[in-house]
């Protein structure tokens, strides 16, 4: 199965900046294309808020959004070759702490079979002290 492989995470420290990095594995015999790949982050007891994404635009430029809470302070990019992306966080403040999960949208393509998928990272701590 295509899965995602979260890095970058720990402690830091008000005001500080951290890089979150995703990549794609992909098993043998399969070929993950992107379409979209994000950022999102839950708290315990709270809904999985989406942070970041990127959205690939074929002919035209990659669309970007961001939540209004991280508006200027993060900025997330993508690797096509290297079927990874990237969060880079700065300024970043208490509020910012969480479980930080990288998302994925893409076709899973086998010699037999193509199929739509959206794949989900385990998740990376990101802790901000003040």
């Known amino acids: 199965q295509v899965q995602l492989v979260e890095s970058g995470g720990g402690l830091v420290q008000a005001g500080g900046s951290l890089r979150l990095s995703c990549f794609v594995s992909?098993?043998?015999?399969?070929?993950?294309?992107?379409?979209?790949m994000a950022w999102y982050r839950q708290d315990p007891g709270k809904e999985r808020e989406l942070v970041a994404e990127?959205?690939?635009?074929?002919?035209?430029?990659?669309?970007?959004n961001y939540a209004e809470a991280v508006e200027g302070r993060f900025s997330i990019s993508m690797d096509i070759p290297r079927k990874t992306v990237n969060l880079q966080m700065t300024n970043l403040n208490p509020d910012d702490t969480s479980v930080y999960y990288c998302n994925a949208r893409g076709r899973a393509e086998v010699v037999t079979a193509i199929k739509y998928v959206e794949v989900w990272g385990q998740g990376t701590l990101v802790t901000v002290a003040s």
């Open positions: 992909e098993p043998a015999g399969v070929t993950f294309s992107i379409d979209a």
């Open positions: 990127i959205i690939r635009g074929g002919t035209v430029p990659d669309r970007r």
